[in-house]
């Protein structure tokens, strides 16, 4: 079985300040790791994701994430927050090896308020 | 590219009668596609999956007498709530997926409301 932690329900920043919301996950074998942006009312949008390869991933709006295999973890980053930022963000992820259903499993969610 | 749309995006209807919800990818052909619900403030919990052609597959808990899908073409999903019921007022969410280690484009959601 796979699964998702996003410990923090919240998280508050200062605008212009880095921002870090943290992920960590399980799965039977290797995975594949999303993060998703939420606003209020309104689907999931894509923000960047680790297949393989370079373990810093870098995606859209300025946001980038590290995937850590020895502490399973895949956390977002931000040098700079913006008080466009503030949303909801689920990190995702999908064992390589569930090539039949291949569906996500989502973390619980963290909302981001960034303060001007 | 790689958008995805839900039609309607909110929809109130009384209890009993049936709903159904389209889900559509725009630009690219999906050979498979989510459902998904989400209550508020919490995280989206995965209803089914199907595959163009195919049965839906469903999650353990949903009930596929009640929550119908159809995956008719590579563009078009669809979830029909039948006799729904307050509780099963919710945001529905679909995402499609052109396969792969692809990444799920979602649609905007689905506010539905049962009185």
């Known amino acids: 079985a796979q699964s998702v932690a996003q410990p923090e329900d919240q998280v508050n920043v200062a605008e212009g300040n880095p921002l870090t919301v943290k992920c960590t996950y399980s799965?039977?074998?290797?995975?594949?790791l999303f993060w998703y942006v939420q606003y209020p009312n309104r689907g999931l949008q894509f923000l960047l994701k680790?297949?393989?390869?370079?373990?810093l991933v870098k995606g859209s709006y300025g946001f980038e994430a590290e995937f850590n295999k020895s502490q399973t973890s895949f956390h977002l980053k931000k040098p700079s927050a913006l008080v466009s930022d503030s949303a909801l963000y689920f990190c995702?992820?999908?064992?390589?090896?569930?090539?039949?259903?291949?569906?996500?499993?989502f973390g619980s969610g963290t909302r981001l308020q960034v303060q001007p | 590219g790689a958008v995805v749309s839900q039609h309607p995006s909110r929809v109130i209807c009384k209890s009993g009668t049936s709903v159904k919800i389209e889900c559509r990818s725009l630009?690219?052909?999906?050979?498979?596609m989510f459902w998904y619900r989400q209550f508020p403030k919490q995280s989206l919990m995965l209803m089914a999956t199907?595959?163009?052609?195919?049965?839906?597959?469903?999650e353990q808990g949903v009930e596929k007498d009640k929550f119908l899908i159809n995956h008719a073409s590579l563009t078009l999903s669809t979830l029909t709530v039948t006799s729904a019921h307050p509780e099963d007022s919710s945001f529905y969410i679909c995402?499609?997926?052109?396969?792969?280690?692809?990444?799920?484009?979602f649609g905007p959601g689905t506010r539905l409301t049962v009185l």
């Open positions: 199907s595959n163009e052609g195919s049965k839906a597959t469903y």
């Open positions: 630009d690219f052909q999906a050979t498979t």
């Open positions: 680790y297949i393989t390869g370079d373990n």
């Open positions: 799965v039977s074998g290797n995975p594949y």
């Open positions: 995702a992820v999908r064992d390589i090896m569930d090539t039949g259903r291949r569906a996500l499993t």
């Open positions: 995402s499609a997926s052109s396969g792969g280690a692809g990444e799920q484009f």
